[in-house]
C-alpha cells in the first residue's frame, strides 16, 4: 500500500507499508505510523473524562463565551481543515497564528516577490544548493536524499560529487555541516546579515573572504542554484529581507525549509482568506486574547516559559490526536485523527506543491469535522 | 566518597536550540515515556569547552537561566558550538529559554516533564 | 562498536603467543576483524578469566553482526534519512529510477534498504567490497550519524 508521509513538509509520497513494515520512510515519518496507538487523547471537560460531541459543545460555548479569540497551530490539519479554521476566524474575529516564523517569505513567495521553484526542479537542475541556518538532516531527514542534493536528475546524471555544490551555512557543526565534504564548502558564521552583504559584495566582483569567492565562482557556473532557508536564517535576518531578496536574485531560488508539516498550507489558506497572521506570543504579552483553540500543537513544548505561563492564564481548547503538554492544562480536550493516516485531504509541501494524501485508517472525527462542527455551533 | 563534581566552578555558555530528528520521533510517539526524558533533557556541549571545564559525557548537570533551573544529562559532541550550549527543542529549553545558560555538576536526579509542568502553574 | 581498546583492556595482557600473535594487542585487533577467533586465546578460558571473556563475548556480538563485507549497521544512531541508498554506486546503477533518482530503492533484494525508520542490511552479495573487492565507502561517509561502520576502519 502507498502511503504519503505527513511527518515533516518534504511529505513523501514512495511510502509503502504493509502491516507493521513501513518502507522508504525515515524514523520520524515511520514513527508516526507505527506509533499511532500510542498515548492518545480523551475527549475531556475540566480533567474529566466526557464525550467527544460534549466536548465540541463546551467548546463552543467557551468560544461564545469569549471577547478574543486565537487559532493556533493547524500545521499538521489539512488544507480542508485549515479553510474551515479561516472561516471561524472571519466569524468571530479571531486571531490565527500557526507559530511559524516563515510567514513573511511564505507570503513574499506567494506574491511572487521572491522567486521560487519545486523541489522536482532542484532535483533535475540545481548546481549549487545552499542550506542557511537549518540542519535538514535532523529536521526533514530525507529533504537532501529524495530531493536535493544526492539525488540524480535530469541534467545531473553524475551525482553529487560532480554535478552538484553543497554549501551549508550555520551557527555550528550540525549533521547537515558534515555532509560538506568533497565539492561543498561549510560556512560558520554568527552574523548572517554580514555574510549576506559579502556575499552580495563578491558577486559584484568585491573583496570577500576565501569561502565567499569559491561559493561564488561555483554559482557562476550555472544559472539554477537554491538556497533553502531555515529558522535559523529567519533568526539572523530579523525583519531585514531587503538585502536576502538582492542575494537570492542574483543566486536563483529560495525554497523555505520550514520542517512543519503543512506550514505552506497554513499560508496560502491565509493569504487566500485575507487574513493578517498574527503571532500568539505577542498577543499573550500585550493581553490581548482570553480564548486559544490549539489545533495539532503543543505550544507548552515549543513557547519560552515566560510566554506559556501566561497561554496557561488562558481558557483552552486543545484539538490533537495525542496527549501533549498543553492538553494536559487544557479546558477542553477534543481528540482527533492524525493527517494523513487516519484522515485524507490536501496538504502544500515546502516548495508549495499540493499534495494529496492517502491516508491507511478511517476516524469518525478528525480536524475539519471537528472544526466544521464549531463552526456550526457558533 | 570523594566527589570531583563539586570542586569544578560554574561555566556560562549561550544557549542554541536545535531541533533533533531522534528527539522529534519520541515525542511524536509519546511525550509522557521514558524515551522523551531520554531524548530531550540532554544538553550537548563541545568537546573543547568539556575539557576546558572538566565535564565528562554522561553525567547528570544543573542547567540554570535566570532563577529557574533543571537538571539534565551533559553530552559532548561537536555538533554543538564552540561558545555555546545545544538543547534539543521541547518543554526542557522552553523552560530554561534565554541567551546564556549556566551549567554546573550536580548528584541530582534528571527533571522530569511533569515536574516542570508543575512549575508553569 | 568495541575498540581494539577495548578489548584489549580485558584480555591477559601477558603477550603470551599462544594465540599466533606477538601481542595481545595485535591480537585484540584480529579479533575485530574476524581474522581471529576468542577462543584461539587460551588462558582468556581459565576460570579467574570469566568475567572478562563474558564481557568480550558481549562486545563481539556487535561484530558478529557484521556482514561478509565488513559492513556494520547500528539502528540505534540511524535516523532513516536513505543517503547511504541513494549514494550506493549499485544502486545507482540497479535502479536508477528508484534509489539513483531519491526515492526508496525499488530493488527485491537491495543491499540496503529503510525499513520502519532505520536503514537495514538486506544483501551485501550486490556490495561492491563483496564482488569487485573494491574499497568504497559511499554509505559510510554520508552517514553524519554514525550509523554506518566498516570493520577495517575501527
Known amino acids: 500500500m502507498m502511503w504519503v508521509c505527513t511527518g515533516c513538509s518534504c511529505l513523501c509520497d514512495d511510502i509503502e507499508i504493509e502491516g507493521d513494515v513501513v518502507r522508504h520512510a525515515c524514523r520520524i515519518g515511520a514513527g508516526l505510523y507505527l506509533n499511532r496507538s500510542v498515548a492518545r487523547a480523551e475527549p475531556l471537560i475540566d480533567g474529566k473524562r466526557t464525550d467527544i460531541d460534549s466536548a465540541i459543545e463546551r467548546a463552543v460555548e467557551i468560544l461564545k463565551d469569549s471577547k478574543s479569540v486565537a487559532i493556533y497551530g493547524l500545521n499538521n490539519s489539512t488544507l480542508e481543515a485549515q479553510k474551515i479554521a479561516m472561516k471561524i476566524a472571519e466569524k468571530i474575529s479571531a486571531y490565527v497564528d500557526n507559530g511559524s516564523k516563515f510567514g513573511k517569505l511564505a507570503e513574499m513567495i506567494l506574491r511572487k516577490e521572491i522567486p521560487s521553484t519545486t523541489l522536482e526542479n532542484v532535483k533535475d537542475y540545481a548546481y549549487v544548493i545552499f542550506y542557511w541556518g537549518c540542519d535538514v538532516h535532523n529536521s526533514m531527514p530525507r529533504h537532501m536524499s529524495r530531493y536535493t542534493y544526492y539525488p540524480r536528475g535530469k541534467k545531473r546524471q553524475r551525482g553529487y560529487e560532480e554535478d552538484r555544490f553543497l554549501v551549508v551555512v550555520d551557527v555550528r557543526r550540525s549533521h547537515t555541516a558534515m555532509l560538506a565534504k568533497k565539492n561543498a564548502v561549510f560556512i560558520k558564521t554568527d552574523d548572517d546579515g554580514k555574510l549576506i552583504r559579502e556575499f552580495l559584495t563578491a558577486l559584484e566582483g568585491g573583496i570577500a573572504s576565501g569561502d565567499v569567492l569559491r561559493v561564488v565562482k561555483e554559482l557562476k557556473k550555472s544559472d539554477f542554484n537554491v538556497i533553502f532557508g531555515g529558522g535559523g536564517l529567519i533568526e539572523g535576518l530579523g525583519n531585514e529581507f531587503e538585502e536576502f531578496v538582492r542575494f537570492v536574485s542574483n543566486v536563483g531560488y529560495f525554497i523555505p525549509a520550514d520542517y512543519r508539516t503543512n506550514s505552506m498550507g497554513f499560508f496560502k489558506s491565509l493569504f487566500e482568506a485575507g487574513i493578517p497572521k498574527a503571532n500568539l506570543e505577542d498577543l499573550l504579552i500585550d493581553e490581548k486574547v482570553d480564548t486559544a483553540i490549539i489545533v495539532g500543537s503543543d505550544p507548552l513544548n515549543s513557547m519560552p516559559f515566560d510566554v506559556a505561563k501566561r497561554l496557561l492564564k488562558l481558557k483552552l481548547i486543545v484539538i490533537d490526536p495525542k496527549v501533549s503538554f498543553t492538553s494536559k492544562m487544557a479546558d477542553v480536550v477534543i481528540p482527533s485523527a492524525i493527517s494523513g493516516v487516519e484522515c485524507g485531504g490536501k496538504m502544500i509541501r515546502s516548495d508549495f506543491v499540493e499534495v494529496e494524501l492517502k491516508p491507511i485508517f478511517k476516524s469518525e472525527y478528525d480536524d475539519a469535522k471537528i472544526l466544521r462542527s464549531i463552526s456550526e455551533g457558533l | 566518597m570523594l566527589r570531583f563534581a563539586k570542586y569544578l566552578k560554574k561555566v556560562e555558555l549561550k544557549l542554541v536550540t536545535y531541533r533533533d530528528g531522534f528527539q522529534v520521533s519520541v515525542a511524536v510517539k509519546d511525550k509522557f515515556g521514558d524515551e522523551f526524558v531520554e531524548k530531550s533533557a540532554v544538553v550537548i556541549i563541545h568537546p573543547d569547552t568539556a575539557k576546558t571545564f572538566g565535564f565528562k559525557d554522561g553525567q547528570i548537570v544543573k542547567v540554570s537561566s535566570y532563577e529557574r533551573c533543571a537538571n539534565l544529562r551533559l553530552k559532548v559532541s561537536e555538533i554543538a558550538p564552540e561558545n555555546g550550549a545545544l538543547i534539543p527543542k521541547s518543554i526542557y529549553s522552553c523552560y530554561l529559554y534565554s541567551d546564556k545558560i549556566t551549567i554546573e555538576p550536580t548528584d541530582g536526579e534528571i527533571t522530569t516533564p511533569n515536574e516542570l509542568l508543575e512549575r508553569y502553574t | ?154
Not at chain 3, 19 to 34: H, R
Not at chain 3, 99 to 123: C, K, M, T
Open chain 3, 1 to 154: 562498536m568495541p575498540s581494539p581498546m577495548d578489548i584489549y583492556k580485558l584480555l591477559p595482557k601477558t603477550n603470551c603467543k599462544l594465540c599466533g600473535e606477538q601481542t595481545c594487542m595485535s591480537f585484540a585487533f584480529k579479533l575485530i576483524k574476524k581474522e581471529k577467533k576468542l577462543e584461539d586465546c587460551k588462558p582468556l578460558f581459565e576460570p579467574e578469566f570469566e568475567e572478562q571473556r563474558k564481557k568480550i563475548e558481549e562486545m563481539l556480538k556487535v561484530v558478529e553482526k557484521a556482514t561478509e563485507t565488513g559492513l556494520v549497521v547500528n539502528e540505534d544512531l540511524c535516523i532513516g534519512c536513505g543517503n547511504c541508498i541513494v549514494v550506493c554506486p549499485v544502486h545507482v546503477y540497479e535502479d536508477p529510477e528508484g534509489a539513483g533518482s531519491g526515492f526508496g530503492v525499488r530493488l527485491e533484494n537491495p543491499i540496503l534498504r529503510v525499513e520502519n525508520g532505520v536503514v537495514r542490511v538486506v544483501d551485501v552479495g550486490l556490495c561492491r567490497r563483496y564482488k569487485e573487492k573494491t574499497i568504497c565507502v559511499a554509505c559510510r561517509e554520508n552517514c553524519p550519524t554514525s550509523a554506518i561502520a566498516f570493520l577495517e576502519e575501527l
